[in-house]
Each structure stands twice: as structure tokens, then as C-alpha cells.
């Protein structure tokens, strides 16, 4: 029975907040780089409402408990997340996709956020394409992307692995490791992948497949002692 993501209510200054267990996963240096919705975190993600808590665990693919104790199975998805639909977040999905290509930086990375919590698969070549991109933000927001379509994704994360950009390749090393971090995927599949990486061309994709192929391997291996 899949385990279900309570979502916790607290009132500061007359205003609520809506809070979320979550997975903290480190980057290279050791420091939070992302936050996962997971029934076993140790830490906290805050959203200004209900609607933002929700979409975030539905998201992360698990069931959720609202604050007042009802649950809501993902097959019979409350009001909360289906209101407006259609049309808006048609709309919504080519505002984002034009202003992901903004010139400014910062534009085109907020854009891409955006366009995440839309978790269209349709965006998922969009995310694909950007992980090549020269701008640090651009290319984790497209990565954190990814990460969050677990499945969906991993077909044309390992296409990427071939990509004539060394960066796209690297990039795609990255996010499959984060995705085997947190979701029960194919790991030897991932991990056969990742070792044809460590004799790329490219020394800074052979480094960071070196370490990933390492990462998950372990994580294998803790998985099977669990079971």
C-alpha cells in the first residue's frame, strides 16, 4: 500500500501556510539543491495555499492527507487541482513555453519553473533541450524538472546521454541520478547507462559519471538489503 503525505496546516500572523514532508538531496558540495515531497523526509516545504501543497505531493506521485484529516486517493482528485482546467492551462502552457526562450536569464528560468508545476509531459523535450544550456538556473530548474517525471522522463534522459553537447550529456548523468534517488525505477538499466558515460570524451561527463555510477550503485544495494 503506497504510503500517503499528510499536509499540515499552521496559522502565523492570521495566515496560513500549508507544509509538506520532504527529501532534502545534496549537490556536490554537500548542500541542499532540492527538496522532494516523500512521506519519510526529515525536512519541511512551505506553500502559501492548499492548491500549491497538493499539486506538490501529487506531483512526486503520492496520495496526500489534507490538514483536517480527509483523504483524497489519486483517482479521485478533489476540486482543489482540477478547477479551470482545460483552456487556462492550455494558455498557461504557451505563455511559459514562448518566455522560456526569453533572452534574459532570469526570465527564461522563472518561465521554466513555471512551466513544472504545469507537469504537462508534453514539456518534458522542452526541459530535454534546456539542460544544454550555458546558464547555471536554466539548467537546474530543468533538471529539478525532469527529476519530478520520474518514468516519463527516463527514455529521453538516456537518449540525452548521446547528445553532441557535452553539457546536455552531463546534464542528463545528473538527472538520472537524482531520479534513482528518489523513485523505484530500472537501476541496472540506469546504472549500465551511466558506465558507458565514465569513457566519454569529455572529462568533466567521465568525473561526474565516476561518482554517479557509485551513487547509484549504492543505492541498489541498500535497496536490496531493505527488501
Given amino acids: 500500500m503506497q504510503k500517503k503525505i499528510t499536509i499540515k496546516k499552521r496559522i502565523i500572523n492570521e495566515k496560513p501556510f500549508y507544509y509538506v514532508q520532504a527529501l532534502s ?20 516545504l512551505e ?59 532570469s526570465v527564461a528560468a522563472s ?29 537546474e530548474v530543468s533538471i529539478e524538472a525532469l527529476v519530478s517525471y520520474k518514468d516519463s522522463a527516463i527514455d529521453k534522459l538516456v537518449k540525452a546521454l548521446s547528445d553532441l553537447n557535452w553539457v546536455t550529456r552531463n546534464s542528463a548523468i545528473t538527472a538520472l541520478t537524482k531520479l534513482n534517488e528518489i523513485a523505484e525505477i530500472d537501476s541496472e538499466r540506469i546504472l549500465a547507462e551511466i558506465i558507458k558515460m565514465i569513457d566519454d570524451k569529455n572529462t568533466i561527463v567521465q568525473s561526474n559519471a565516476l561518482v554517479s555510477a557509485g551513487q547509484i550503485y549504492r543505492t541498489m544495494v541498500l535497496r536490496q538489503y531493505k527488501n
Avoid: C, W
Fill in 25 to 44: 538531496l545534496k549537490n556536490s558540495e554537500n548542500k541542499t539543491a532540492l527538496l522532494i515531497p516523500h512521506p519519510t523526509g526529515n525536512e519541511m
Fill in 111 to 139: 518561465a521554466l519553473k513555471a512551466l513544472s508545476y504545469l507537469n504537462d509531459k508534453d514539456a518534458i523535450d522542452i526541459f530535454i533541450s534546456k539542460m544544454g544550456e550555458d546558464n547555471d538556473k536554466i539548467r
Fill in 47 to 105: 506553500f502559501n495555499t492548499l492548491e500549491e501543497a497538493v499539486a506538490s505531493v501529487q506531483k512526486a506521485g503520492f496520495e496526500y492527507i489534507l490538514p483536517e484529516g480527509e483523504f483524497v486517493s489519486e483517482e479521485t482528485v478533489s476540486d482543489l487541482t482540477r478547477t479551470v482546467k482545460n483552456d487556462l492551462e492550455n494558455i498557461l502552457f504557451s505563455k511559459f513555453k514562448s518566455k522560456a526562450n526569453d533572452i534574459n536569464s
